[in-house]
């Protein structure tokens, strides 16, 4: 169905170890294909409540209206029919479900861990340069603070935001890292069908991702519009979703060797990862706040792929540097063009080599490893 699929995996392995779990989620989240029904439903054996909001997905001042309607409406979950939870996990990014939270925490005497997988108000106030003395930021900033000093446990998907977490919480022991991570079935499957380079010599690169601001992709379109030779000896595969797709596939119209494609199933995207010599992602300049880690979910989705990954980007300890899966180079045109020319001066097995370092590290990241060390937390709370 799309969206974030890290709890959906969670789910079912923490249900094969005897943990009753249920999945509540806005029934109108933007990320999903098909919209949740309202109310208690099954999906592929997890369970799902779903909430829906007046407000539907958009931007500004009406998605913070959706997340604070969405936080509002968790008060008043019918335990009646979903049973009397013993732990309560809040995964950011939105955090205005905190007051129901801690309410429900308060009522059912339960336990609370809160999972990081953005830093609010950090991001909106880097990423989108919001004022720190707006009033959002500041009811932001305050329920952040309340949210980690009132936690049992913190897990963040984030390496690198103890620094930051530790700084308001003053407690250490309190923070986990749980990443992001795939199923141990995505690494190194066995292509279906696989027609790689069937039609052509040319070098098959692709992103996987939306195409937003956030995303950084306006460098390497950039690129694209400008190729020259490079249209000769690459093939660019993008593919998914967002609001930029469209100016894109305008702007590169006139290129044969630019495919759009459309969002796909997560493990067909992994199959067209295998087809594939090479994976891309990029990141904007923003210091400030990707100092404090990254958890993109397609880094590990190239990685299971077993394909190196061209990363663009400024400085930041990503899983391509800490495993020495792919080429880092800075996001702008000139540096991505060295980068991809460098994979081109490789031989396959240059490339291939390079692209099992990913594979390797990867293994430590499969749900199944990730979802044992949820456990451990529940154990000890």
Not at 86 to 94: A, E, K, Q, R, V
Not at 176 to 200: E, H, L, M, Q, T
Not at 211 to 221: E, K, Q, S, T
Not at 241 to 250: A, C, M, P
Request: contains cysteine; charged residues 20%; positive net charge.
């Amino acid at each position: 169905m799309g969206g974030v699929q890290r709890h959906f995996f969670f789910s079912k392995i923490f249900r094969d170890k005897g943990y009753e779990t249920i999945i509540v989620s806005n029934s109108n989240n933007h990320l999903l294909k098909t919209p949740l029904k309202k109310g208690l439903q099954k999906l592929d054996e997890v369970d799902f409540f779903g909430i829906s909001t007046f407000f539907k997905f958009s931007s500004g001042i009406f998605r913070f209206l959706q997340m604070i309607e969405f936080g509002i409406r968790c008060f008043f979950l019918p335990f009646s029919k979903c049973s009397k939870p013993d732990i309560i996990i809040l995964s950011s990014m939105s955090i205005f479900p905190l007051p129901a939270v801690l309410f429900l925490r308060w009522w059912y005497g339960a336990k609370f861990i809160f999972e990081v997988r953005d830093l609010w108000p950090l991001t909106p106030i880097f990423m989108k340069k919001i004022p720190k003395w707006n009033p959002m930021i500041l009811l932001m900033s305050l329920m952040e603070k309340i949210a980690y000093r009132k936690s049992d446990y913190i897990v963040t998907t984030l390496l690198g935001s103890e620094v930051y977490i530790n700084s308001i919480t003053s407690n250490p022991q309190k923070v986990n890292w749980i990443s992001n991570g795939v199923p141990d079935s995505f690494i190194n499957a066995k292509p279906i069908n696989s027609n790689k380079n069937s039609n052509s010599k040319k070098l098959v690169v692709t992103y996987g991702g939306s195409f937003g601001v956030a995303n950084a992709l306006d460098p390497f379109i950039t690129l694209l519009e400008n190729q020259e030779e490079l249209s000769q000896k690459i093939e660019f595969n993008l593919i998914g979703s967002g609001y930029l797709k469209e100016d894109y596939k305008t702007r590169l119209s006139q290129f044969e060797n630019v495919i759009f494609n459309e969002k796909m199933q997560r493990e067909s995207f992994v199959q067209k990862l295998m087809d594939s010599d090479i994976a891309f992602i990029a990141w904007m300049d923003l210091q400030g706040l990707y100092q404090f880690g990254v958890s993109a979910q397609k880094y590990y989705d190239y990685m299971a792929a077993g394909i190196p990954i061209l990363s663009a980007q400024n400085g930041i300890n990503d899983p391509v540097r800490q495993s020495g899966c792919g080429i880092i180079v800075h996001n702008n045109p000139e540096e991505i063009k060295k980068g991809l020319n460098q994979f081109l001066s490789m031989s396959e097995t240059e490339r291939k080599k390079m692209g099992e370092k990913g594979s390797i590290y990867v293994k430590a990241f499969t749900y199944e490893k990730l979802a044992k060390k949820y456990i451990q937390l529940f154990n000890q709370v």
